[in-house]
């Protein structure tokens, strides 16, 4: 099969995705970052409690009104709910398309800066693709990391690569049938104000656009999710979230094709609560060619892991559902800040790892 057997399909579960209203729940932390969940609620990171916590997440009663897709890690995909229906069951009931995390993980970029790395798991992809859109799955995940951290990143080697990565990735998982998310992440770190972030981001964003041209990948059946246009999480100076949403909107409208299906941002450290605000100040400037929206893992889940806290159910239910209401709230430009239940804690974490 190529991606031309799937072209009707894979646009059209690329505008399900990106239907208004609606965003990404982004659970397909690795095993290792889920054990580091885990730790900080004191529960074991065994599969049963894994399950259990996603198990959780993808029952919450009307979590399908608010979230188009699932991002799930592998194991997921192919596990069952500890009442021996399968996950991808679970969230099919509730409207919601299992999607995938493709990637191997980051590696280090020979001959670019020390901290800079490339993204690995090109090798086999379109097999992989293959056995994944048969276990159920219909979009993929790819995240690319780019790091500005002092004036001198990232090199062009760095954008480059995993500009090309990126290009690689969506063409071969189109061939498989699944939709791919192209996450060209750029890191908080550092002390860099928000103009610089802002052009690093606009080249970095055209670069994978122009990698997309040359690899042939159909547009219509993508979606982008980048990181939202902020300063340094050092920086000296403040910024509103009118402020983030006007450079950000900007960027993505420099650099951005309209042809794009949709862009969710990723959450990157932010508080839930300021997840939610910056993006429902973007969605306040409407007038995008593409639907605004999110794909967040830890501003979606951070306050339903501590109300789970390994066993209670209603407690998790009732967070995540929260901010999924108020995401999709702020995905329409309707979300009053304050109006459901969040925390203000920051998650950045300097080095972070997925
Ligand atoms: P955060 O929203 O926690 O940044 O995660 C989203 C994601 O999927 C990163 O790859």
Redesign the pocket.
């Known amino acids: 099969m190529a991606m031309t057997d799937y072209k009707e399909e894979l646009v059209e579960t690329a505008q399900k995705l990106a239907t208004n209203g609606k965003g990404i729940l ?1 659970v ?1 932390e690795s095993t290792p970052t889920c054990g580091k969940r885990l730790a900080s609620i004191d529960v074991e990171n065994t599969e049963e409690n894994r399950q259990a916590y996603r198990g959780m997440l993808f029952t919450s009663p009307g979590l399908g009104k608010y979230i188009s897709g699932a ?1 799930l890690f592998e194991e997921t995909l192919f596990q069952n709910h500890a009442d021996g229906e399968k996950m991808v069951e679970k969230l099919a009931q509730q409207g919601i398309i299992p999607g995938i995390k493709v990637d191997q993980g980051l590696k280090p970029l020979a001959g670019a800066l020390a901290h800079e790395t490339y993204c690995s798991g090109l090798d086999g992809l379109t097999g992989r693709a293959a056995e994944y859109y048969g276990a159920g799955a219909r979009f993929a ?1 790819w ?1 690319a990391v780019l790091q500005i951290a002092n004036e001198n990143g990232p090199t062009e080697l760095a954008i480059q690569e995993n500009a090309w990565g990126l290009a690689r990735y969506a063409r071969s998982v189109q061939d498989a049938g699944l939709v791919p998310i192209i ?1 060209p ?1 750029i890191l908080m770190d550092g002390d860099h104000d928000i103009d610089k972030t802002a052009e690093v981001q606009e080249k970095v964003v055209k670069a994978v656009y122009r990698a997309c041209e040359v690899n042939r990948v159909l547009l219509e059946g993508t979606l982008l ?1 980048p990181s939202m246009t902020v300063p340094g999480a050092e920086c000296k100076t403040e910024v509103t979230p009118k402020t983030v949403a006007e450079y950000t909107i900007q960027t993505m409208l420099r650099s951005v094709p309209a042809s794009v299906a949709g862009i969710v941002f ?4 932010l508080s839930e609560e300021a997840a939610s605000v910056y993006l429902n100040e973007m969605n306040l400037i409407g007038n995008t060619p593409w639907n605004v929206s999110f ?5 979606l889940q951070h306050s339903a892991l501590r109300g789970w806290a390994g066993s209670n159910v209603d407690e998790g239910q009732k967070f995540v559902l929260a901010r999924a209401q108020a995401n999709s709230e702020a995905s329409k430009g309707e979300y009053v800040p304050g109006s459901q239940v969040s925390s203000d804690e920051k ?1 950045f974490v300097a080095g972070y790892t ?1």
Not at 266 to 269: A, D, F, K, N
Request: charge should be positive.
């Open positions: 982004a397909d991002i995940k995240r996450e992440e999710k990723l959450s990157g450290g794909s967040y893992g830890r501003a998650l997925y």
